[in-house]
């Protein structure tokens, strides 16, 4: 088996067009801030519960007959509200937040996180926290117009969405953006 390393990560994807189109328009009024912003397409929105990094094709075999052991049932995942990481006055993150299905999102991830560890793989320096990245922060530029329309969406709804499948992503880098491929995928047992 090749040893070609392939980035990839562990997610729900955001299948819901409706709730897309509302975290787009969302997009564009923080765009509008003049801030420096790199957004997240709609197409390739996601939930990460677990990012992988750049490993062996070996590993990514072996993780895929571990996700065969993953039980869960579809559930709801409502998006809402807007926030930030690390915080308001140093953006560098811009997130939706999750409202509900973050215990089976959790679930989901403590299944996973142990196998994933036995595999060799180093945890997550950034823990688990349920949310949708949807733009990165380029520079300062404008910043204080940014955090304020950050708060002002802060209670923004976006939607519920039935969560019916996890999936197993390779991302591969380019100028023009990541694109995420879809190597395996779970459904609820």
Known sequence: MSQERIRSFIAVDLDD?????????????LEATGASL??????????????????????????????????????????????????PRRISVIW???????????TIF???EPKIRQLGLPPDSKGFSPH???ARVRSGLNKEALAKSVESMRETQFGK???TAVRL????????GPIY????????S
């Open 17 to 29: 067009a409706e709730i897309k189109s509302r975290i787009s328009k969302a997009q564009h009024d």
């Open 38 to 87: 790199k957004l997240v397409q709609p197409e390739i929105m996601h939930l990460t519960l677990r990012f992988l990094g750049e490993i062996p094709q070996s590993t990514l075999q072996r993780i895929i007959e571990s996700m065969g052991t993953l039980r869960f049932q579809p559930f709801e995942v409502e998006f809402s509200g807007i926030g930030v990481f690390p915080n």
């Open 96 to 106: 939706v937040g999750i409202t509900k299905g973050q215990e089976q999102l959790e």
């Open 110 to 112: 403590q299944q996973l």
């Open 132 to 134: 949708m990245t949807i």
């Open 161 to 163: 969405m039935n969560a």
């Open 169 to 176: 992503k390779k991302s591969t880098l380019t100028p023009r």
């Open 181 to 188: 491929t879809t190597i395996h995928e779970v459904t609820p």
